[in-house]
């Protein structure tokens, strides 16, 4: 009975004295550490990652990428899953249309897509969209490596004057990514998405190459 008792009375003892306040300090710096790691694991991938075009014969390795990332993190995109299911491959395999892919190992790890406007009047013009890096590769600057590819071709298309863009207002990881290679923020259009009964606004930027 009585060492019941001690033993709770320790127990309940050492519950006041530990110091909670520091620990959980602590815990917050890991936490932060940990989240600025995988930031900050820009650090290189094992393998190294090839950026290869992707085809529009390649529909179903396409589709089958994009049914992953919606159901691993599908919220920052404009595709949802029944747009998914009866869409045509979004590129005609040109070099004002094309998707890219990031292969690790022969896996592909990221996409990213570029389409010239199709009306004459805003040919000069092209559209960077479903741009997405599986969850387990973020960190290793494979996005990086799939915009720069994306500026480099499209510059190669000399009358293709600048690359539009739109992304979820509260999507800063993808933001910041955009401002690296020099897109600016140029809109906002409000309440631009409804999905689930909530409203999200999305920022247009351009990146101006000429
Ligand atoms: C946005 C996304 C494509 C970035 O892919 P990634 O391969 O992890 O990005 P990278 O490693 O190349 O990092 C590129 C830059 O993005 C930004 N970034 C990446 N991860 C970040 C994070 N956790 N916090 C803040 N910024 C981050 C940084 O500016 C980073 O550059 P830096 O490492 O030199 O600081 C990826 O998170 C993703 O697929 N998200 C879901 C889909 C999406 O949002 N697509 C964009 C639609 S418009």
């Known amino acids: ?26 815990l917050a710096a890991v936490r932060m550490l940990c989240i600025r790691s995988h930031h900050k694991g820009s650090s290189k991938l ?11 014969t390649q529909l179903k390795e396409y ?33 004002d249309s094309f998707t890219l892919g990031a292969y690790s190992k022969n896996v592909l790890a ?24 599986s969850t387990g590769f973020r960190g290793h600057g494979i996005a990086k490596q799939l915009l720069g590819e994306i500026i480099k071709k499209v510059k190669t ?16 990881r993808a933001k910041r990514l955009y401002e690296k290679f020099g897109f600016k923020k140029y809109g906002t259009e409000l309440n631009s998405i409804k999905w689930d009964g909530k409203y999200f606004s999305e920022d247009l930027m351009v990146l101006r190459l000429r």
């Open 157 to 172: 298309v000399l009358d293709i004057e600048q690359i539009n863009l739109i992304v979820i207002s509260d999507n800063v």
């Open 1 to 26: 009975m009585n060492q019941g008792k001690v033993g709770v009375s320790t127990f309940v003892h050492l519950l006041k004295a530990w110091p909670w306040a520091n620990w959980t300090q602590e």
């Open 63 to 95: 589709k089958m990428f994009l049914t992953t990332a919606l159901s691993e993190d599908g919220g920052n995109l404009i595709v949802t899953s029944s747009d998914n299911l009866n869409a045509p491959f979004p590129t005609k395999d040109r070099n």
């Open 110 to 133: 990221g996409v990213a897509s570029f389409a010239r406007e199709d009306k004459e009047k805003l040919s000069h013009k092209g559209l960077l969209f479903t741009m997405y890096v």
């Open 46 to 56: 094992n393998e190294p990652i090839e950026i290869r075009e992707i085809l529009s």
